[in-house]
Nanobody, 116 residues
Framework: QVQLAESGGGLVQAGGSLRLSCAVSGRTLVSLNMGWYRQHPGKGREFVAR????????DYADSVKGRFTISRDIAKNTVYLQMNNLKPEDTAIYYCIANLGVSILWGQGTQVTVSS
């Protein structure tokens, strides 16, 4: 059974940085396409970034391009989201997701709060 465990959220001032981690168990990252979504208070979940394929191709939402970087460490079976130059509008619950082919698995979420 595949499980996801996110960590790294917290409170940071505008302009600061955070790194989110998503530890994967039950399947090797080599065979998984992974991503990050976020949910602002009172709104639906939105795409943030994804990393796919054996070549680790990446894709980002326009709102985070140039500030966020998604990466993976195969040896640690962990996906990261490095977030730089954070803005108050980045405040949200961030979710790690794994595309299992027949379904999408969501992590439990980690809160990121950016103060102005």
């Amino acid at each position: 059974q595949v499980q996801l465990a996110e960590s790294g959220g917290g409170l940071v001032q505008a302009g600061g940085s955070l790194r989110l981690s998503c530890a994967v168990s039950g399947r090797t990252l080599v065979s998984l396409n992974m991503g990050w979504y976020r949910q602002h208070p009172g709104k639906g979940r939105e795409f943030v970034a994804r990393i796919v394929g054996s070549e680790s191709n990446t894709d980002y939402a326009d709102s985070v391009k140039g500030r966020f970087t998604i990466s993976r460490d195969i040896a640690k079976n962990t996906v990261y989201l490095q977030m730089n130059n954070l803005k108050p509008e980045d405040t949200a619950i961030y979710y790690c997701i794994a595309n299992l082919g027949v379904s999408i698995l969501w992590g439990q979420g980690t809160q990121v709060t950016v103060s102005s």
